[in-house]
């Protein structure tokens, strides 16, 4: 028996582990030790299944794995960081919620994690999704809910942290990143089943631009090519025989 055919959910495995240690590091607060590790989570999600294709090695197990890693990594951590959000803005120490029985402003948050296993298990058995997406990848949306404490913490724009810092503001991002995640619209595959330039361009272009807003707007940037994600989508649509819109 082969062992290449372990490789690709023991990669698996280590989003399901980095995504796992990022859930300790969120409810303890240290939110940029949680970026960290969903950042690697979601490197190995990247490639699970790259791998899974070159070595021939697909299985209905890795399908099911990859998406129970992705709930943790990519559907618990940003719940659980969009709660301490919450909580952060609402002014009301976590004790004195307790202690006076006030509502916890930071479970709404948690409405992410929901749409996020939601969204997962449409996934698995939306046979439309093989070669692009419909909604926005659970990653994505998680990318973007971690950057916002690494905005607030690293980036020195008041108008930003005024923003960031207003409830308003921020359940009315749980609501559009619920609304994403399980919404109607194509979205390219950033998967590479190949390393052609002529078949890939769209996705070359994206990790270019990416890495740009990155060097010029850093964690400010991230927001943006989650933006750029979704608009090179609209505009170079995948046609697909297995993805009909």
């Known amino acids: 028996m082969s062992i290449k055919k372990y490789v690709p959910n023991a990669i698996t495995m280590g989003n399901m582990l980095s995504g796992c240690i990022a859930v300790v590091f969120a409810v303890n607060d240290r939110l940029e030790l949680a970026a960290i590790f969903v950042a690697l989570g979601i490197f190995f999600d990247f490639f699970d299944g790259f791998f899974a294709r070159i070595l021939n090695a697909s299985s209905e197990v890795g399908l099911q794995l990859d998406s ?28 004195a919620q307790l202690a006076e029985q006030h509502f916890h402003l930071g479970y709404i948050g948690f409405a992410i994690t929901l749409a996020s296993g939601y969204r997962l298990a449409k996934f698995n058995v939306d046979d439309r999704q093989t070669n692009s997406f419909i909604g926005l990848p659970t990653p994505a949306n998680t990318l973007f809910i971690l950057s916002l ?30 609304f994403m995640l399980n919404a109607e ?61």
């Open 68 to 95: 129970l890693a992705d709930m943790v990594t990519s559907g618990v951590v940003p719940g659980v960081v969009m709660y301490q959000l919450l909580e952060d803005a609402s002014g009301i120490p976590w004790d």
């Open 185 to 245: 619209l194509p979205l390219f595959a950033l998967k590479f089943k190949s390393w052609g330039v002529a078949e890939n361009k769209v996705r070359y272009f994206f990790i270019l631009s990416s890495i740009l807003l990155l060097v010029f707007f850093k964690f400010l940037g991230v927001p943006l090519l989650i933006i750029l994600y979704i608009v090179l989508s609209l505009f170079f649509r995948e046609k697909s025989s297995r993805n009909v819109i």
């Open 149 to 178: 404490p690494l905005i607030l913490m690293f980036e020195e724009y008041a108008f930003t942290k005024a923003v960031l810092t207003n409830p308003y503001v921020l359940i009315a991002i749980t609501a559009l990143s619920c």
